[in-house]
């Protein structure tokens, strides 16, 4: 028999790291992977949870992931500004988001000085964790297949984010 040749495309790749990503939700958390660290904000564990829905708690505080294509920020088309859902900071502008196919809102670069990153070497792998500059809650993570002029892809879970829209004219 002969072994068909393997074509590797962006798509493909992509989707593949979708694909883990979405396994990777599925798994425990991993217990204080959040940015440790003096932070300009701060809060005890409960006031995070007093302030945060049972959702944002679990990606922002203990490192969760959404699933996939479940955020409506994933599909979010308007020019604005995506604020961290955990104090406000801005993180990520419309003008660097863009369709990963993925189904997280992917963006090629933060709000300058708005993110932190860290290694992540959770689920058998090898990533880097994004986190929030201000308050260093979990946001997502970034992979280098992303569009130019960065080649980057902040792979960020919606429900990290709040979205404000540019007032129009």
């Known amino acids: 028999m002969q072994a068909e040749r393997m074509q590797f495309t962006r798509r493909g790749i992509l989707g593949a790291g979708a ?10 958390v991993r ?16 006031e995070w949870r007093e ?7 679990h990606v ?3 490192a ?6 479940t955020s409506p920020l994933n599909d979010e088309k308007r020019r604005g500004v995506f604020h961290c859902a955990g104090c ?11 369709e990963s196919g993925t189904g997280w809102p992917s963006f090629y670069a933060p709000v300058m000085g708005a993110v932190g990153t860290m290694k992540d070497d959770s689920l058998l792998m090898s990533r880097t964790e994004v986190h ?5 809650s979990h946001l997502g993570h970034v992979f280098d297949d992303g569009p130019p002029p960065t080649g980057k892809r902040h792979c960020i879970n919606g429900v ?5 829209p540019v007032p129009k004219a």
Do not use: I, Q
């Open 31 to 46: 217990a204080g992977s959040v940015a440790k660290g003096d932070f300009p904000v701060s809060h005890s564990e409960r």
């Open 60 to 62: 922002l505080r203990e």
């Open 88 to 98: 406000d900071n801005r993180v990520y502008t419309s003008v660097t988001k863009f």
């Open 132 to 136: 929030c500059a201000r308050c260093g």
């Open 19 to 28: 694909g883990l990503c979405a396994a990777a939700a599925a798994w425990p």
């Open 51 to 57: 302030m945060l829905t049972e959702a944002e708690y």
């Open 160 to 164: 990290a984010l709040t979205f404000r």
């Open 64 to 69: 969760g992931t959404e699933r996939a294509f």
